[in-house]
């Protein structure tokens, strides 16, 4: 079965800083792979995803991420962060066959403080 | 246009009652799911029903039943409300072929009291 680990809860940075949101996934078959950004009291919107091709996949908002297979991860990466950025990111995977389930990790706070 | 609406966005209950939450995607997709979003911001599928078909029903008690009138729309009716389902619950949508990225509403908050 597909799982997601996110490694960090919380990352605070400060605004104009880099950051780097961490995601290993679990799967015995092939996967798709997404980043989603949820606002406060907001839905989720995607950020970017990867299903095949070149491993660096750019998404909206300047975010970027680079999928490994060896390592079974999927970073996010951004090189200067807005205080507009400060949400909770969340990592998900879906193995081919599985009818598209997403399966999510619990979530990274991204803070950004001035 | 809001492309994934969900009805109710805020709902209010005490226990032991029933109620329903409606969705409905205006992105012409065939498939539609249900996730729910617990106090800890963990994210877990419920449902998906394609082209009115159920296909993923995960561990979820029998007092949760989606219902899909037809392929634009997937409900989700809860009888017998407990505490434990206070949660935010998240409509998706996806086409059957080609983009696999799924589209979410905004969400409805169950408060249960």
């Known amino acids: 079965a597909q799982s997601v680990t996110q490694l960090d809860s919380q990352v605070p940075v400060f605004e104009e800083a880099p950051v780097e949101l961490r995601c290993n996934y679990s799967s015995s078959v092939s996967v798709y792979l997404f980043w989603y950004v949820q606002y406060p009291n907001q839905g989720l919107q995607l950020l970017l995803k990867y299903l095949s091709g070149s491993t660096l996949v750019k998404g909206i908002n300047g975010f970027e991420a680079e999928f490994n297979k060896s390592q079974t991860s999927f970073h996010l990466r951004k090189p200067s962060v807005h205080i507009s950025d400060t949400a909770e990111y969340f990592c998900?995977?879906?193995?081919?066959?599985?009818?598209?389930?997403?399966?999510f990790g619990k979530g990274t706070l991204l803070t950004v403080n001035p | 246009d809001t492309a994934v609406s969900q009805t109710p966005k805020y709902l209010v209950t005490q226990m032991g009652n029933d109620k329903s939450i409606k969705c409905e995607q205006n992105?012409?997709?065939?498939?539609m799911y249900w996730y729910k979003q617990d106090s800890k911001k963990f994210l877990k599928i419920m449902f998906s029903?394609?082209?009115?078909?159920?296909?993923i029903n995960e561990t979820v008690p029998n007092r949760f039943s989606p219902k899909s009138p037809d392929k634009a729309h997937l409900n989700l009716h809860i009888n017998s409300l407990e505490l434990g389902d206070s949660a935010v619950y998240f409509c998706a949508s996806r086409p059957e072929a080609g983009n696999t990225e799924a589209f979410f509403g905004q969400g409805t908050r169950l408060t249960v009291v």
């Open positions: 998900a995977v879906s193995e081919y066959g599985s009818n598209y389930k997403l399966t």
């Open positions: 029903y394609n082209n009115k078909e159920l296909i």
């Open positions: 992105l012409g997709h065939d498939t």
